[in-house]
């Protein structure tokens, strides 16, 4: 069964670095981008991102470029979300999803992983 | 960047109703689009790809449409579960969501 389980849920303070991840099982890593989406509580859904594991090549939208890095480990199948110093509007859902092409319709979710900045 | 435009946000129905939402595009996507369904607590769920084509296992009642910079999600008669959240999402350079729509009871 194709899968995207994404870590628990994250409480930290405003300035500290955070790294989230998303492992994928069922599928092959690498044959596949992997596309990060936000979710502010009560809001709408934003694209914030996509990362090929074949060449580890990183595409940002631009609300998100510099804020975020995108990164994975082959080894472990998991792809990641991190921030080098997060800020109270940080707070949201964060999902990863499977695009079926660089630019292509998310056709796989992963759970959520609820990050809070406080 | 591709702007996507829903509407309504907030769309009230009654059980058998025919719901029709609207997504517009800030410049043409051909048929590049996408729509979501999302129930609370949940991830979203493809509904509709390419515009028109029905994801496997989805209800025939969902029906997409349009292409350019228009295009209509449309339930023909609607049912209990499908009061949700719709997004649509552009995906001919990157991806955008649209706002979102809540059908309502």
């Known amino acids: 069964e194709e899968r995207l389980v994404q870590s628990g849920p994250e409480l930290k303070k405003p300035g500290e670095s955070l790294r989230i991840s998303c492992r994928v099982s069922g599928y092959s890593f690498t044959t596949y981008w992997i596309a990060w989406v936000r979710q502010v509580p009560g809001k709408g859904l934003e694209w914030m991102g996509i990362?090929?594991?074949?060449?580890?090549?990183?595409r940002y939208s631009p609300s998100f470029r510099g804020q975020v890095t995108l990164s994975a480990d082959k080894s472990l199948n998991t792809a990641y979300l991190q921030w080098s110093s997060v800020e109270a509007s940080d707070t949201a859902l964060y999902y990863c999803a499977r695009p079926l092409s660089e630019a292509g319709r998310l056709d796989l979710w992963g759970q959520g992983t609820m990050v809070t900045v406080s | 960047d591709i702007q996507m435009t829903q509407s309504p946000s907030t769309l009230s129905a009654s059980i058998g109703d025919r719901v029709t939402i609207t997504c517009r595009a800030s410049q043409s996507i051909s048929n590049w689009l996408a729509w979501y369904q999302q129930k609370p607590g949940r991830a979203p769920r493809l509904l509709i790809y390419k515009a028109s084509t029905l994801e496997r296992g989805v209800p025939s009642r969902f029906r997409g449409s349009g292409s350019g910079t228009e295009f209509t999600l449309t339930i023909t008669s609607l049912q209990p579960d499908d009061f949700a959240t719709y997004y649509c999402q552009q995906y001919d350079f990157y991806g955008t969501f649209g706002q979102g729509t809540k059908v309502d009871i």
């Open positions: 990362f090929y594991p074949g060449d580890s090549e990183a």
